[in-house]
């Protein structure tokens, strides 16, 4: 059993900061990429920002600059800090993992927490 669990969501005023960090949990042999998605009121999930295993990223253009992902693999955990917020910022934010579990055999999949909200207000 595999648990992604988000912390760190919260109320804002634009232009401060927050960082939201996620833990992966359980039979984990590996880690690929991590990534965080967001979701806003009435529009489509998008991606935020993905790191792989050895570091890599890539950033929604709209956040490059402001939000800064990172991992640290010996914990599994993925944080996104976010500066200089602005309330089209305001979503659920959630991240995924795309792992390999080992029990009797190795299991490959995505896994999701349940997100946490982020409102900036203006």
């Known amino acids: 059993q595999v648990q992604l669990v988000e912390s760190g969501g919260g109320l804002v005023q634009a232009g401060g900061s927050l960082r939201l960090s996620c833990a992966a949990s359980?039979?984990?042999?590996?880690?690929?990429?991590m990534a965080w998605y967001r979701q806003a009121p009435g529009k489509q999930r998008e991606l935020v920002g993905r790191i792989t295993s050895g570091g890599s990223t890539i950033y929604k253009d709209s956040v490059k600059g402001r939000f800064t992902i990172s991992r640290d693999n010996a914990k599994n955990t993925v944080d996104l800090q976010m500066n200089s917020l602005k309330p089209e910022d305001t979503a659920v934010y959630s991240c995924?993992?795309?792992?390999?579990?080992?029990?009797?055999?190795?299991?490959?999949?995505?896994?999701w927490g349940q997100g946490t909200q982020v409102t900036v207000s203006s």
């Open positions: 359980g039979s984990i042999f590996s880690i690929s990429a």
């Open positions: 995924n993992a795309d792992l390999t579990t080992y029990s009797s055999k190795y299991y490959s999949r995505t896994y």
